[in-house]
């Protein structure tokens, strides 16, 4: 069976050249720092899978990944290396190859995809192919090493270093952003545990006026949103709204149907979700891969929709989810 | 009512452009020490949090590959095809791929999108060579705005296609969860179909804000001199030109 494990050793061994690179690089002032951002970070990619194995004390990984914190406070990593092909030798090179530059690009969605709606029904021997519910994340990491290799055939690439460069000079331009969404999942973790959830739940009922259906509908709504916007996740919002409200008032009390207001609940989460800064993965890292001055300039692009998109969500429930 | 402490944490902290590491750090001490756990266990909640997660890092492994093809030259070829189609305004290009990232998402197809293998070597720089044809060299915010409209238009489209598809996450967890706690018996199918009004409201409202981008970008141009400074192909170049 095809373990999603051995692609998190990819990515680790992926942080460890960069490590090597940057170490290795003396015109880069921030070397030592960046090389041991990256290099801890590839340390915890890998003993990260002995911690979900629970074969290893988990508060080892949890000292690396703080040490991370406090390294990218410090200002780490930096950008590292700009060397790249320049401005004129790209136009030459496009003129020659034309549009073969996009078969490694097209490459990997067709892989991904192909492992996630083919290969992830594939038994062997009684066993699944590929773990349970990480075919897309196998098939990515699978589509990236097949158009790396056909990349490097097709254009020729002196050295196997070549790659890497440019992936470490797009990695330093990400930087710490990159592993935020991890950091935050976490922090989703312990919200729950002081029970952020509650205390939400026990406000939205304070404030919820019995009876009125249009009401009860908008604090529903908002409520999805509000939460998904302070815990970054719809996912987190979901249980907390429908057990204070979505299913007391507006299923039971006013007979909702249950497959419509669920639907249409998580939806006006996910409004909540296009403008908060917490959802890092969706809304800061794309700042950083497009090398954005303003972090926050998707989630401006998104509010402008969020805003009317969340109304739309509260029409369609009030008018169409409940009978009569 | 003290837990709000950590999330105030949070607001104030990306407010402030704070360090977002440093921020979600503190944050996360604060919510474990109201929940009284011990400073080792909010440690160890670190560790099994970030090792359970590391699948939302995986995109990086598209970065060697995202960046070889740049080097020979990907971006100039995306920005020479858009050349070719001169009816495609950067509104009505990121329109189509808003539909396009929404009606893949909807029959499970989340790979074709994403910022790192679509956005930054295709989508950005076409959106991008389509505003220079019509409006000249681009100001740094007219570039700035392009850039986000683009991401925003992959998030928009992923958000509203993927959960008119059966076997998504978040529909699965609205059953798991319903099902189980409420004893009732849903079918996916029907909350995928609940899901449909919506992605069109998403599609019109956004969409309709992708079309209005052009506009824009022409009332910036009159405003702004342009910024003797190329592309996103070019921009590596100029850094490394500077370093020396």
Known sequence: MIKVEWFYWVCAAFFAIVALIRLTDSGDKKRFGSAAFWGILAFAF????????????????????????GLAGLGFPGKGAEESSSVEERRVLAGRFGNKLFIPALIIPIVAVLFGAVLSKVEVGGELLLEKGTATIIGLGVGALLALIVGMILFGAKSPAVPFREGDRLLGHIGWAAILPQFLATLGLLFAAAGVGK???????????????????IVYCLGMAGFTIIMGNAFAAFPVMTAAVGWPILVTQFHGNPPAVFAIGMLAGFCGTLVTPMAANFNLVPA???????????????????IPLLGANIAIMFLFAFPG | MWVLLAVAVVVIGFALKINSMLVVAVAGIVAGLIAHLSPMKIVEAFGTG??????????????????????????????????????????????????????????GLNAVGGPAQAVRPIVAPMSEAAAERAHGPLSERMREKVRSYAASADTVGLFFGEDIFVAIGSILLITGFVDTTYHL????????????PTAICAFLIHGFRMLRLDGQLARMAAEDSPEPVGPLAAEDTKDEVAAR
């Open chain 1, 288 to 306: 950083a891969l497009l090398e954005l001055k303003d972090q926050y300039g998707p989630i401006k692009a998104q509010i402008p929709t969020a």
């Open chain 2, 50 to 107: 970030f090792a359970g997660s590391r699948s939302v890092t995986i995109f990086v492994v598209v970065l060697p590959v995202i960046g070889l093809i740049e080097r020979y030259g990907l971006q100039h070829q995306a920005r020479q095809l858009i050349g070719k189609l001169r009816g495609l305004t950067t509104g009505r290009l990121l329109a189509s791929y808003l539909l396009i990232r929404q009606l893949t998402a909807a029959v």
């Open chain 1, 199 to 217: 205390v939400v739940g026990d406000m939205t009922n304070a404030v919820l006026p019995k009876g009125v259906l249009l009401l009860a509908v």
């Open chain 1, 46 to 69: 890998v003993y990260g899978t002995f911690v979900v194995a629970k074969t290893a004390p988990p508060a080892v990984e949890g000292f690396a990944v703080l040490g991370l914190a």
């Open chain 2, 185 to 196: 018996k849903l079918d996916p199918l029907q909350i995928a179909i609940w899901a449909i």
